[in-house]
């Protein structure tokens, strides 16, 4: 007998990227090997005579699928003990090139013999889809839409187009150098200050920035670093998510030689994509840093070349142009943007020093941002161009039924004790029958990642994302790229997902899963969605197969229900994700006034004396001291309005009488605003972001504080 532990949510927060993904370019880069051994079967699809009954094509459908999905025996080594050895053939994987060039031959039958949509509709879509991309047939649709990667880059020039300080020679020669990032940010706190510079006039609008490193990808440029900074800058028409790589503070004190970073990725958010026409959508694309007409990176045939002659200074060139390659986004992105959960996060104090943000804070650090893609951005489809021109380009054309789909809704019965325990010995793992009962309760990713637009989906799982199961760990090719882990497995494995759901209420906590379990539960979510083999023989079986075959309405659940969850409980759903945004993953400890302190405010506040100050004062000796007395953070305000004391702190601290004693301090841990003021200073209140009402903790960090001397 199976217990529920409650509804389990499967998050993808595609780091990655957060905002932009580059998991193809080495597929792009080995090309040439992709494919090695002859497939008569889909080569004879030319000459094949059109099937006349609907038996004939159900069959004929049932055989291109089996041919469609062989999984490909690769020769690549994988990373074993430390050493890269010869992968054995039980680690075939469905290779994303080789279903592109299969598409192609596939979608001309298709076309040519019109069959008809309640058979063979939905593989037919699939199949246009992936020929539009096929980088082999075509190197003129490399973002995957039906129109040229010339003209996507044209129609989305204004949705793609820099703020002008972003663009600006000041900022991207602080942004290209290590040694001037903090000035690159103190430019944006000058903006947000509504300061002009240069050519740039003053703005309203208010630009949000995370310096961060990427759990998973890297640059597509030849510096591939996990480095970026972040800035979100709202417009009327677009919000532009842009990204510059950069150097992390763990890479330059490495001491290795580093390469210079070109790559700036842009994602364009349309505001109103409603609009009559269609005359707004949304747009992702890559671009590089060219210094003095040089871009460092390796030029293909087919670049175009096109940037504007000079003679000096940095020019953005789209990557497209200058290398002749680039990524259809799509396949990673199932939202615009995805969600941010970054593996490490960083400021710069007063002095310009890095500072490495704890666990806790770093969580915090990104929740503005992830608040905004919940509540403005979780619409399907994706960026969707006027649908004459780009039908076939949206995240449908991948399949309606997601990664952890709940399978009773395609007339399946899985997820068994047994079944469990089956798919996970085929991967190595032995289960009990009670670790197999948590990996089957941890398989609901569709709790969130549903495929309906009245669904709130954060992203729907589908195809590559759910199928690239083609190895654990690195793999290197014989070209000698390597590729990554593909990002559902990491996610899991790292602990990023699955979340629990207690009830409607979706916590902030992952499920407690061994690292078996975790294996397993990999495993069988894949397996679920796609079990395929080698054989073209041998019919592959899964929840995509299902989509493909037009089972279960056409692929798509019942109209009157959601995949895993019942309608009647959307609106808690939707609250619940929502508050999830808001929440930082760990707890704060309690009961130990220092770790307390160091959860709650270390954040803002350094406690070490001549380390510097944070977005707040340095709290060393505060007990006792007068209030607005840290000399260094006071003169932040000197150098940038939006910086240093609030001026509320600045009235209190020209009162000599007033100090940091234990009463104040209490009072003003409860209620900063009241504690200014009723002390006189003024109602615009404090730029401290927490309170204390819990009067027992407050005494323990005022405790703590005493000690800082």
Known sequence: MRTKLGRILCVLAITLVAVSGHGESGFRRSLASAVTTPEPYLDQLATTACPRSDKAWTEKRDEIISHLLTLHAPDYERLVDGKWTHVAHDDAYLNLLVVMQRSTKIAAFLHRCHGPDTIVGNLRQFVTSQ?????????DNQFGHRITDQDYLR?????????????SQDFLKAISDPKSYSEALTMIGEHNAGKARGECPAESTQWTTLLYRSRFISTPDKAQTFGRLLVVAPGEDYDRWVQFGIWTKEDLDSGADLLPIRNVSVVAVARHPEQPGGAKFDAIAD????????????????????????????QLCSRLDVTGETDDCERCHKMTPNSIHPERVYEFDSSGKWVVLDDRAAAAAAERLNTRIATLYARLPLYELPPGDDAVAAWKSFGAIGLGADPTSYKQSRRTSAYVQACAARANVPLSESSADKVGDAMNCSECHGAHKSDPSIGVLNYPLATEKRRSGPIRDKSGEVHVPDLVEAHILS???????????????????????????????????????????TM??????????????????????????????????VASARRLLLEVP??????????????????CHAVVAGEGVRRGPNLFGV?????????????????????????????????????????????????PDHFLSSNGGGSDGSNMENSFPDAALRQRIVDYLKTLK
Not at 159 to 164: E, F
Not at 297 to 313: F, H, L, M, N, R
Not at 542 to 563: A, Y
């Open 623 to 671: 007990f006792e001291r007068r209030i607005g007395a840290d000399a260094a953070f006071a003169k932040l305000k000197e150098q940038n309005p939006t910086k240093g004391y609030s001026d509320g702190i600045t009235l209190l601290a020209a009162k000599p009488d007033m100090k940091w004693d234990e009463a104040n301090l209490m009072a003003f841990l409860a209620d």
């Open 155 to 167: 129609r989305s020039s204004v949705a793609l187009d820099l703020p002008c300080l972003l663009k």
């Open 495 to 537: 602990g990023v997902m699955p979340l629990t759901i207690v009830g409607d209420q979706i916590t902030a906590h992952p499920l407690d899963l061994t690292p078996d379990e975790r294996k397993a539960l990999y495993a069988c979510v894949s397996d679920e969605y796609l079990h395929a083999s080698t054989h073209s023989s």
């Open 287 to 314: 671009f590089y840093r060219c210094e003095n007409n040089a871009c460092g990176e390796t030029v293909k045939q087919t670049a175009k070349a096109p940037c504007p002659a000079a003679s000096s200074g940095i």
């Open 586 to 603: 760990v707890p704060c400890p309690s009961g130990d006034g220092a770790k307390e302190f160091a959860c709650n405010c270390g954040r």
């Open 540 to 573: 592959p079986t899964g929840l995509f197969v299902d989509w493909l075959r037009n089972q279960g309405d056409k692929g798509q659940p019942p109209p009157s229900t959601f995949v895993g969850i019942a309608p009647e409980k959307t609106a808690a759903k």
């Open 131 to 139: 020929d539009n991309a096929n980088y082999a047939r075509s190197l």
